[in-house]
Each structure stands twice: as structure tokens, then as C-alpha cells.
T-cell receptor
Framework: KQEVTQIPAALSVPEGENLVLNCSFT??????LQWFRQDPGKGLTSLLL?????REQTSGRLNASLDKSSGRSTLYIAASQPGDSATYLC??????????FGGGTRLMVKP | EAQVTQNPRYLITVTGKKLTVTCSQN?????MSWYRQDPGLGLRQIYY???????DKGDVPEGYKVSRKEKRNFPLILESPSPNQTSLYFC????????????FGSGTRLTVV
């Protein structure tokens, strides 16, 4: 059964720092990987979608990489801002269209 | 705008009173799914549907029902809600192609007293 782990569980940084969130998964037979953002009590917003054949995707200050063979993905946030404060969730899509989530990284960016 | 729409956003009800949470998507996705999110337990799948009239249980189906009579709609039914079903619920959809990503609704905060 697929298991997805996110490290760290929580992170607090001063504004302006570049930071890296980590995601690992146990079964490399995935179709794609998505990074989501969730504000407290709100819905999940898709940030980046990386196909299994891709190595990375970029959107603005966000860059996500994927190393399928080693079961790892990283989300890089450049020049962090207080508005980036949220929980970031990694999820992998596997057989049967099933989506497996990690536990999330709760990010706080201090002004 | 491509989206998944859930209603209501907030709901407070009493134990045993049947309720339905609606979910609709406008992207012609084959696959739809319901999740609940609880502190410390993350997101858990309740039911999913691969297409019209095809539904199956997820990880936590007890106490819930679903139906898929039309491709765009996937309502979640609680026949006799109990306090342990107090949670944040999300509906999601995706194409069945391997490359397709998931789109989530804004969530329904349900409180059962």
C-alpha cells in the first residue's frame, strides 16, 4: 500500500527565506504527483502537477521536482512571504486513479 | 471556470436527521470522490465513482451513501448522522487519464450535535 510522508511537519521561517518542503513515497509506480495548498478550514488548491515522466514543474516562485525512482519530491518556495503561510500537501496518483496524501507541512512565514 | 462546487459550506444538524451534501463538477470528469479531513488523521477517502452508476467504498464508508446518476453530480448522503461524523468534507474530481490531476471543492464543515 502506498505511503506518503512529508517532512518537516511544521516549519517557521522569517520572510524572504528560500525554503524546501520534502515529500517521499514508498511505491514508485505512480502516474503523477500534485502539490496542494490548504489555508485553515479551507479547500485544497492545486499548486503544481508533475507527471511521472517529468523531472520538475515551475509556477512563479514555486518549483517542484520529482525523482520517481527514489520516491521523492521537493517543493521549493523562493523568497517566502507571509501570504505563503498555509499547509502544503503532497499527493501521489497511482493505480485505480487513487490519490494518496501525505500528512502535510504547516508553514508559517513571519514578517 | 473549471471547478467543483459543494453545498452547503457550513451545516449544523442534530443526530439522526438525514442530510445530503451536494457536489457538482463542470469539467466532464469521469472520476469523483468524497474525503473527510480530521485533525491528526489527514484526508481519508469515503467513497468514489469511476463513472455514472459505478461507485465503490473508500477507506471510511460506514455511515455514508453516495449516488452517481449523472456524470456531473455526486451527492454524499448521511442517512442518520452521528457526532463522530462531525468533520470537514471535500468532494474532488479528476479525469481517468493517467495524466489527469485532481480538482477539489471548497469543503463542507459539518457539525452533528
Amino acid at each position: 500500500k502506498q505511503e506518503v510522508t512529508q517532512i518537516p511537519a511544521a516549519l517557521s521561517v522569517p520572510e524572504g527565506e528560500n525554503l524546501v518542503l520534502n515529500c517521499s513515497f514508498t511505491d514508485s509506480a505512480i502516474y503523477n504527483l500534485q502539490w496542494f495548498r490548504q489555508d485553515p478550514g479551507k479547500g485544497l488548491t492545486s499548486l503544481l502537477l508533475i507527471q511521472s515522466s517529468q523531472r520538475e514543474q515551475t509556477s512563479g516562485r514555486l518549483n517542484a521536482s520529482l525523482d520517481k525512482s527514489s520516491g521523492r519530491s521537493t517543493l521549493y518556495i523562493a523568497a517566502s512571504q507571509p501570504g505563503d503561510s498555509a499547509t502544503y500537501l503532497c499527493a501521489v496518483k497511482g493505480a485505480g486513479n487513487m490519490l494518496t496524501f501525505g500528512g502535510g507541512t504547516r508553514l508559517m512565514v513571519k514578517p | 471556470e473549471a471547478q467543483v462546487t459543494q453545498n452547503p459550506r457550513y451545516l449544523i444538524t442534530v443526530t439522526g436527521k438525514k442530510l445530503t451534501v451536494t457536489c457538482s463538477q463542470n469539467m466532464n470528469h469521469e472520476y469523483m470522490s468524497w474525503y473527510r479531513q480530521d485533525p491528526g488523521l489527514g484526508l481519508r477517502q469515503i467513497y468514489y465513482s469511476m463513472n455514472v452508476e459505478v461507485t465503490d467504498k473508500g477507506d471510511v464508508p460506514e455511515g455514508y451513501k453516495v449516488s452517481r446518476k449523472e456524470k456531473r453530480n455526486f451527492p454524499l448522503i448521511l442517512e442518520s448522522p452521528s457526532p463522530n461524523q462531525t468533520s470537514l468534507y471535500f468532494c474532488a474530481s479528476s479525469p481517468l487519464t493517467s495524466a489527469g490531476g485532481y480538482t477539489f471543492g471548497s469543503g463542507t464543515r459539518l457539525t452533528v450535535v
